[in-house]
């Protein structure tokens, strides 16, 4: 659905985006991750159409950007970071003032009813916009983006400033999207992008530093899987007994009754662990993941980039 190719953008001497490719199929929820200033928003611009890029290509649906800009503009909606709103409108006229401008061909009057119920505007129709709240007004904005029913949706920043309340509701309404649109979300917070998307690109300093399910990205980032457990026994025999299952690389005693056990990737070694120490009767009292937590994975991998530019 996207095909984003060895993107670059530079103002004078400073790199803002710098040889990114990456694609996004049809129907997947994207998250775009990274530290503020690090060209998520550059990158969303230029996919958008709202920059060039200096080079590299944009293709959308098989549209190329700067090849069919108007073409290309039609398949995309798009929510700025602050939304593009004329506040002394009431939502509808609002919405039936972006209809016209978008020269959408679908029926007026019902698809923006479609639209306000989607997004739960429907009983708000007839407010000025400047009266709503930031998260009704947020909802305005997702409304415009949808109009038409293009297939990509790109959402920039769309939970900035919206209380825990507001969020939540944010989060269910981008998932919701995700069923008929491919959507681009991103975010500089890694809980949004983490429970909300089906895949995570990390970018800092205008490169692409991992790119991942978001099931997977933990392992996939640390290149390691690690069991954190606490048992009650004999330190040499539960060291021992663990090292005898066949997908662990390494036991490490951590102190008390603690033991880190490194294995495999893509392996689960739960159900032989806890086997092991049923057959030496060493009682398992706690047992979970040991690997590097994402937000630390984030923070070394965003930190690793900025200490290898400039």
């Given at each position: 659905m996207i095909e984003v190719k060895n993107l670059t953008k530079r103002y004078g001497k400073i790199t803002a985006v710098d040889n990114i490719s990456f694609s996004v199929d049809t129907g997947e929820v994207l998250g775009f991750l990274g530290p503020n200033g690090a060209g998520k928003s550059t990158t969303m611009n230029i996919i958008t159409g709202y920059i060039s890029s200096t080079s590299g290509t944009v293709t959308v649906d098989g549209s190329e950007i700067l090849a069919d800009p108007k073409?290309?503009?039609?398949?995309?909606?798009?929510?700025?970071?602050?939304?593009?709103?004329?506040?002394?409108?009431?939502?509808?006229?609002?919405?039936?003032?972006?209809?016209?401008?978008?020269?959408?061909?679908?029926?007026?009057?019902?698809?923006?009813?479609?639209?306000?119920?989607?997004?739960?505007?429907?009983?708000?129709?007839?407010?000025?916009?400047?009266?709503?709240?930031?998260?009704?007004r947020q909802r305005v904005g997702f409304a415009q983006a949808l109009l038409g029913n293009p297939p990509v949706i790109i959402l920039d920043e769309p939970t900035v400033g919206l209380d825990p309340k507001q969020i939540i509701e944010i989060r269910r309404l981008i998932k919701s999207l995700g069923k008929k649109h491919t959507v681009i979300f991103s975010s500089h917070v890694l809980s949004e992008i983490s429970a909300t998307c089906d895949r995570i690109i990390i970018i800092s300093d205008g490169k692409i530093v991992a790119d991942a399910k978001a099931d997977e990205l933990q392992s996939v980032l640390s290149g390691e899987q690690r069991l954190s457990l606490t048992v009650e026994g004999?330190?040499?025999?539960?060291?021992?007994?663990?090292?005898?299952?066949?997908?662990?690389?390494?036991?490490?005693?951590?102190?008390?009754?603690?033991?880190?056990?490194?294995y495999r990737q893509g392996a689960d070694v739960r159900r032989e662990a806890f086997s092991a120490m049923e057959r030496i009767n060493a009682p398992i009292l706690e047992m979970k993941s040991g690997n590097e937590s994402l937000e630390e994975l984030y923070l070394r991998l965003t930190e690793n980039a900025k200490g290898g530019e400039r």
């Open positions: 073409k290309t503009k039609q398949k995309i909606g798009y929510l700025p970071e602050i939304p593009p709103l004329y506040t002394d409108m009431t939502v509808r006229k609002y919405l039936e003032f972006m209809f016209d401008l978008k020269r959408v061909r679908l029926p007026k009057k019902e698809h923006i009813a479609e639209i306000m119920r989607l997004v739960s505007l429907d009983k708000h129709g007839d407010r000025i916009i400047k009266n709503l709240s930031k998260g009704f004999n330190p040499t025999q539960i060291t021992e007994e663990l090292e005898k299952i066949p997908d662990v690389l390494k036991v490490k005693k951590t102190g008390g009754s603690g033991y880190s056990v490194e």
